[in-house]
């Protein structure tokens, strides 16, 4: 059963603490995204990853750390330096390989809801 | 710049009444348009693209490239129709999308 699978679903944070949201695929998939989903805002780009050990910066990366050691796995760690944490967060992957009408299809993870106490 | 706008973020229908949802794009080319929809405690998803020109649950969305929207479209609401709908548009530079901020559907009994 392919998908992606976010942990953990519901996160509670005091202040001044990092947390790391992990964020694993089995769908083979090159790419990976992070996104913020606020209401009223649609989802924001936090970080993505095309390739494994190479990442970039979206829109709102200010605040936010990843890494990409393995093609399966793109965790966050939403850092201290974050000034407004408390949001659901999203992580997506796409591009099969060798399908490349399949890019932009992207295939969502459950979410995390992170809290900042 | 490549913009996407979704001018409602609630609509509210009634049952069996037609719906549309807004979106337009800003994009010089030919664009590759997408709509997704999150249902209540669901996934995030694909609900069609325009290229596939295929109706999905009842939904189709037409490219209109002359007044640049991409609007979703069904016939006859259903109850189960309620959910967050978006729309997307790729960047020209890389996989990603540009979203919109959204449009929350709710079919009303």
């Known amino acids: 059963d392919g998908g992606i699978t976010q942990s953990p679903k519901y996160l509670f944070r005091k202040e001044g603490q990092n947390v790391t949201l992990s964020c694993e695929q089995n769908?083979?998939?090159?790419?990976m995204y992070w996104y913020r989903q606020d209401p009223g805002q649609g989802l924001r780009l936090i970080y993505y990853?095309?390739?494994?050990?190479?990442?970039q910066k979206g829109d709102i990366a200010e605040g936010y750390s990843v890494s990409r050691e393995k093609k399966e796995s793109f965790p966050l760690t939403v850092t201290s330096a974050q000034k407004n944490p408390t949001a659901f967060y999203l992580c997506?992957?796409?591009?099969?390989?060798?399908?490349?009408?399949?890019?932009?299809?992207?295939?969502f993870g459950a979410g995390s809801r992170l809290t900042v106490l | 710049a490549q913009r996407v706008t979704q001018p409602e973020k609630l609509l509210s229908v009634f049952k069996g009444a037609p719906v549309e949802l807004k979106c337009n794009y800003s994009?010089?080319?030919?664009?590759?348009l997408f709509w997704y929809v999150q249902y209540s405690r669901q996934r995030l998803q694909l609900l069609l693209r325009?290229?596939?020109?295929?109706s999905i649950k009842g939904f189709t969305a037409d490219l209109n490239k002359g007044e640049t929207s991409f609007h979703l479209k069904k016939p006859f609401a259903q109850e189960e129709d309620s959910a967050m709908y978006y729309c997307?548009?790729?960047?020209?530079?890389?996989?990603?999308?540009?979203w919109g901020a959204g449009t929350k559907l709710i079919i009303k009994p």
């Open positions: 769908l083979n998939h090159d790419a």
């Open positions: 997307a548009l790729p960047m020209d530079s890389n996989y990603q999308l540009i």
């Open positions: 997506a992957s796409n591009i099969p390989p060798g399908q490349r009408s399949g890019a932009n299809v992207l295939t």
């Open positions: 990853s095309q390739i494994v050990n190479d990442f």
């Open positions: 994009y010089s080319g030919s664009p590759e």
């Open positions: 325009h290229i596939s020109r295929e």
